[in-house]
């Protein structure tokens, strides 16, 4: 009798020995389990995404391995090419010889002073006007080009372009265009809608275009008599 109650005492802790392992195992394998497992290794996945070092212009970026990303460079004042301070004056044969040494002498003064230092848009400025008084039409835009491009919201260049392209270098398009950037650039300024519009009557024979540009004046300006009186002359 004591024999068998030692074997049930044997089966009866093996059974439970069985039990624990397998209540063991099946808590491993259950499905609440694996999915915790899972999206823990997505998150893994998702946090070590790997990255490479790109390097244009001197410039280094870190961005993720099949990403997508764009580098934009932005022309700075030593990219912009100055203009040829070297270059014969083409004069007007109209000028006699006083006004040549005079302008030679202001166009050289100006000039030196650029070579020093090109980073002047008002000294470019002031070199277009006197090359424009010289007759040496193209050097002027070159100057007053260069003035705008390194000058914030420039709106006098502009204005001297569209005069310059439209009266004298007789390119209607250019003109156009710079005397619209010159109104984008200072739509405050009333006077420049008297020279675009005018450019649009008296070149362009485009007087709709004329009236447009003064009404788009006076919405911008609407306390500007001087407009509203031109206006009416169109």
Known sequence: MRK???IILVVIVTLAIIALCYFKFYKSASPVNKTNQENQS???DNTSTSTRTVDVGGVTAEVSEGGNFTIEQVPTEEQIPVPDLNKSINFNSALDNVAKDQLTKNINTLRDNLKKDPKQPEVWMNLGSNLKMAGDYLQ????WEYASKITLNDYVSF???GNLYGYYLKDNVKAEANYLQALKNGSQQVYLYFQVAEFYRDVLKNTSKAKSIIEDGIKVNPSSSELRDFLKTL
Do not use: E, F
Request: aromatic share 0%; net charge neutral; glycine share 8%.
């Open 4 to 6: 068998n109650q030692i």
């Open 42 to 44: 997505a998150t893994t």
């Open 140 to 143: 002027a835009a070159s100057a």
């Open 159 to 161: 204005g001297n372009l």
